[in-house]
């Protein structure tokens, strides 16, 4: 049995943190809100985040950060993309031995172009707190892991002994881990996938059906693949659970905040009002602008990744957008999956 600290109590926080206590280890988690806190304490519920579930009661919820890490040699941090930096800080102020850091956030960070790790390591750099970094990414709607539903997901690191250990801690007979040695890739599938599924449900808001859909899930993974191997990513990857994998879960589902916020932005809500209704982040539009100014420096074509900025940032109507990705320039398919297979780097 293990020690960790759960640090966001979402609900994707709370689900893992479910999973942990699912495999007897000593769980807390750490949420700002003392009403939210007092509720996993009292009721063992966590209403807005996952509604009819109710959590192990070995779970335990603090509002003290310090207490949260204390002795813990595993973080989970589970916090939107805008927020990790911040967390970061306040945990290297009171962490009191070393400890591993999980993160199960996707985002890639807009001016810097950072990964989630990179980040953590960033500004961790000239501390002796920081052990490993991995990242625990793939399909997986918390709604059905509270569920405890057959769901699969990556562990990865650059220390594949770390994802290992990661693995062990949350590995079950309802959630299965792979391990992959690809930080670049994992973290890069989590993160695009997010703008694929804002496409996604922007074109069904335009009443497009499946075939549409399946077009831009297609196009979405040739962008990702795409921009991941100029990275210096594993092709491979984006063929597995953090790339193809989570692509589908998360454009073919309500559950999907991303879908259900280009739903609405298809419908011709503006995007003020779609986060206004949504009361929670969606990850894909703060990624959409990171991803659209890497792609810019790198010389990356990604046409989908384009299209949607315009209407998230540049008050380019669903419609237009859709017109203009309809009608680029002919391409020849084979020939492009090809290309990025064999790594080409001017692709």
């Not at 009819?52 to 941090?77: F, M, Q, R, Y």
């Not at 990242?135 to 002994?161: C, D, F, K, M, W």
């Amino acid at each position: 049995m293990s020690k960790v600290a759960v640090i966001g109590a979402g609900s994707w926080g709370s689900a893992l943190a479910l999973v942990l206590a699912d495999n007897n280890h000593d769980v807390t988690i750490w949420a700002r809100r003392e009403d939210q806190i007092n509720e996993i304490n009292l009721k063992h519920t966590n209403e807005k985040y996952l509604p009819n579930i109710e959590l192990p009661h070995s779970i335990k919820g603090t509002t003290d950060l310090k207490e949260a890490v204390s002795g813990v040699s595993n973080i989970l941090i589970v916090v939107p993309t805008k927020a990790i930096r911040e967390t970061i800080n306040n945990l290297k102020g009171i962490m009191d031995t070393k400890a591993t850091i999980i993160h199960a956030s996707k985002g890639i960070e807009p001016g810097t172009h950072k990964r989630i790790s990179e980040m953590i390591e960033e500004e961790f750099a000239g501390s002796e707190l920081l052990g490993d970094v991995v990242v625990l990414s793939g399909p997986s709607h918390a709604e059905e892991v509270s569920l405890r539903q057959p769901t699969t997901v990556t562990s990865s690191s650059n220390n594949i002994e770390a994802a290992e250990k990661v693995q062990d801690l949350f590995i079950n007979q309802h959630f299965r881990v792979y391990t992959n040695p690809d930080l670049i890739g994992v973290e890069l599938g989590g993160a695009i996938k997010n703008i694929i599924a804002l496409a996604c449900g922007l074109t069904n808001g335009l009443g497009l059906g499946d075939n549409t859909k399946a077009a831009i899930m297609t196009r979405g993974l040739a962008e990702m693949a795409r921009l991941g191997v100029k990275l210096g990513a594993e092709p491979l990857t984006f063929s597995g659970l953090s790339g193809l994998g989570d692509l589908i879960v998360t454009c073919t589902s309500v559950h999907s905040r991303n879908w259900r916020a280009g739903h609405m932005l298809g419908q011709g809500l503006t995007l003020d009002e779609v986060l206004e209704k949504m009361g929670m982040v969606v990850e894909g539009v703060r990624t959409t602008k990171a991803t659209y100014e890497l792609a810019l420096e790198l010389g990356i074509e990604m046409p989908i990744t384009t299209a949607l900025y315009k209407v998230l940032f540049e008050e380019t109507t669903p419609q237009e957008a859709a017109e203009e990705l309809m009608g680029r320039l002919k391409k020849h398919e084979v020939e492009e999956l090809t290309n990025y297979s064999l790594k080409e780097s001017d692709y």
